[in-house]
């Protein structure tokens, strides 16, 4: 999978098909991404749409530098960013679904849901970049060359911001009375 790149190359040169595509495909993570801009599903809903429609109507050149996706998620962010300017809310974070397989038993289940529950309470409770970093390094699974682009930051300092979030993330854990065995 090229992560959208021959899709919105088919876009701009006149298949509608390639726009749907990437919908398709990148909706629901850049609606969970800007959740965490906006602290509200239906508000992250809508710059999902702003950042689609944008990328159709403005047609930003992709010079190839990154990944697609890499593209995508810095046109999101500037999006929410500007959001966040002319709303001047708290920021908070994600409302990710549920990624269990109907296997486990139902104890397990319930544990890993609480686990999931304390962890994003946890990142809840995280510098608005230190959220940011994790998410896109563990739920996007963004490079930190990626992820450096997406927040525009230098990879040194993503990785240093990576690893300063991880610590913190653990103490919140650890503050919560939350057990792990390998945050």
């Known amino acids: 999978m090229d992560n ?8 701009l040169s006149g298949d509608d098909q390639g726009l749907v595509e990437i919908i398709r495909d990148f909706k629901d993570g850049l609606i969970l991404f800007l959740n965490g801009f906006t602290h509200n599903i239906i508000t992250a809903e809508e710059l999902c749409e702003d950042t689609f429609v944008k990328l159709a109507v403005k047609k930003p050149a992709f010079a190839g ?6 593209f995508l998620y810095a046109i999101a962010r500037n999006t929410a960013l500007d959001w966040k300017r002319t709303h001047k809310e708290h920021t908070s974070i994600y409302d990710a679904g549920e990624l269990e397989s109907g ?14 529950i304390a962890v994003h309470r946890a990142l809840d409770k995280l510098k608005p970049d230190y959220r940011q970093v994790l998410w896109l390094t563990y739920f996007e699974e963004l490079s ?7 927040m525009k930051k230098s990879v040194h300092s993503v990785e240093t911001l990576a690893y300063r ?3 913190a993330l ?12 390998n945050v």
């Open 144 to 150: 930190n060359k990626e992820t450096a682009e997406v």
């Open 165 to 167: 979030a991880r610590n």
């Open 103 to 116: 296997e486990r038993s139902l104890e397990d289940t319930y544990l890993r849901e609480e686990q999931r």
């Open 170 to 181: 653990k103490k919140q854990l650890e503050k919560e009375g939350f057990i792990y065995e």
């Open 4 to 11: 959208g790149e021959s899709s919105y190359q088919r876009y």
């Open 65 to 70: 530098h990154s990944s697609f996706k890499t």
